[in-house]
């Protein structure tokens, strides 16, 4: 690289729960800077789910995400003439970005009315085990495991 890393950028934690990662899943979930309309969206889908559940809606929303992270990933590695799909560690604070990404891109997809209900519906799904998030987490598990004899193109 020719420049210095760029600096950490530290987040400020969220003003209802006081938790960073919440400020990053609202960040994420964020379009066209209306991050007021994104709080909004995640504190009524963390009601929801807390209601549909009868649970503490953030301990949910928290196991889902855990649900969702994954451990490892396939990365294209080229040797020779050939292209690789080459199974890597994810470092901690990629896991957790992709997690909150799936989460998120798969919740857009769902079939409910506002985006509140689907939010909430993917995290149900996610906390117990289902939905296209984990299921995504698992294929890429799946690519990986079924790739583990190019682990050694490790770079």
């Known amino acids: 690289m020719r420049k210095a890393k760029p600096k950490k950028r530290y987040i400020l934690p969220d003003p209802k729960f006081g938790d960073t990662l919440v400020t990053k899943f609202v960040n994420n979930l964020m ?14 889908a963390i ?14 929303w928290k ?33 957790v970005s992709l997690g909150i990404k799936w ?11 506002t985006m509140t209900d689907k939010l909430a519906g993917e995290i149900i799904a996610a906390s117990k085990g289902e939905g296209a998030a984990v299921k995504k987490k698992d294929d ?16």
Do not use: C, W
């Open 140 to 155: 890429t598990h799946r690519m990986a495991d079924a790739n583990k004899a190019f682990s050694h193109f490790r770079f």
């Open 63 to 95: 196991k889902a995400l855990n649900n969702v992270t994954p451990a490892v990933e396939v990365k294209s590695r080229r040797v020779g003439g050939a292209t690789f799909q080459v199974p890597l560690e994810v470092r901690p604070e990629r896991k």
């Open 103 to 113: 989460l998120i891109k798969y919740a857009r997809t769902r079939g409910e009315k």
């Open 47 to 60: 009601e929801a789910v807390s209601k549909k559940t009868s649970e503490d809606g953030l301990e949910v």
């Open 31 to 44: 379009l066209s800077g209306k991050k007021s309309v994104s709080y909004s969206i995640f504190y009524d």
